[in-house]
């Protein structure tokens, strides 16, 4: 079988539809349609039933995609095994979505190449669509995701529970900040569920942000107050730069970590989550001194 008729036909059940399924795959919609029939001519069964709504597994259909996904797996696993650099003994592929890499991320390469100087890292980072397809696919082998959707053959393990406050530059008086200086920073839908429901006391906000490192520079440069990664502000806090809105509720940012069941028999794998575990208690070790020592 084609790989890429595999990773076709494993577009078009991720996404529900052959047009998406071409626009996740850069090829045109016509492609995709001659892939499939291919397909489904070699294995003589139909897979897909097509309607207006997008497009339907059949029984067929629903069976071939276990033996999909593992043969996208295994060449994927092949891949990256024949190109493991000289001098290393395997790789590793870590991803996190965007609001996670820094600095979760860069601490957990960086501790990789301490402890772990023998596997090379290959970093990736995304939205959490791209980041789910490259798991099922064995293009990553951890992903780092603030609100993951569970996955056969896959577990999810929280890695902690941060939350979200709300700070302002220093500067400011006591009084609320106007709502042209308020900052509104996209953390997800979780986080704008509960935001709205404490809308009125944040006001209109003048300006909206999908991506906290570049909401939190501007609020450095321009002034202003936004909701931000404790983790993130702590140290800016702490430098005078930034402080605490008292009296300001706080939100759940919660962090998973998502890979393969079959983490034992993947030695890569389970040194690079043993890392990240130590990377998180020595920052949950170091939280907990700065948060004793930051106001509230």
Request: aromatic share 8%; hydrophobic share 45%.
């Amino acid at each position: 079988m084609d790989i890429d008729r595999a990773r076709t036909f494993l577009a078009i059940v991720h996404t529900g539809s052959f047009l998406r399924a071409a626009e996740r795959l850069h090829v045109t919609q016509t492609t995709v349609s001659a892939r499939i029939r291919t397909l489904e001519d070699e294995l003589g069964r139909r897979l897909f039933v097509r309607n207006r709504n997008g497009a339907r597994l059949t029984a067929a259909g629903s069976e071939f995609e276990r033996f999909a996904q593992m043969f996208v797996q295994v060449w994927e696993g092949a891949r990256q095994q024949l190109a493991v650099p000289s001098g290393r003994d395997g790789v590793v592929s870590l991803g996190a979505e965007l609001s996670l890499w820094s600095p979760l991320l860069v601490e957990w390469m960086a501790e990789m190449r301490r402890r772990q100087p023998r596997l090379a890292v290959r970093a990736h980072v995304g939205i959490p669509d791209r980041l789910i397809e490259d798991l099922r696919t064995g293009a990553l082998d951890v992903a780092l995701l603030y609100a993951p959707q569970l996955l056969p053959g896959f577990k999810v393990e929280l890695l902690r529970e941060e939350h979200l406050v709300l700070v302002r530059a220093v500067g400011r008086n006591d009084e609320p900040a106007p709502s042209e200086d308020y900052i509104y920073v996209d953390w997800g839908a979780a986080f704008s569920a509960q935001h709205g429901a404490h809308s009125p006391a944040f006001g209109e906000p003048g300006t909206y942000v999908g991506f906290g490192p570049l909401g939190l520079a501007y609020l450095l440069k321009v002034g202003g107050s936004g909701y931000f990664r404790h983790g993130m502000v702590a140290p800016l806090i702490n430098a005078g730069q930034l402080e605490l809105v008292e009296n300001a509720p706080r939100f759940t940012y919660p962090a998973y970590a998502v890979y393969p069941e079959d983490v034992d028999q993947r030695p890569q794998i389970g040194a690079a989550l043993s890392v990240l575990r130590k990377v998180l208690a020595d920052d949950a070790a170091q939280a907990s001194a700065t948060e004793r020592s930051t106001p509230r």
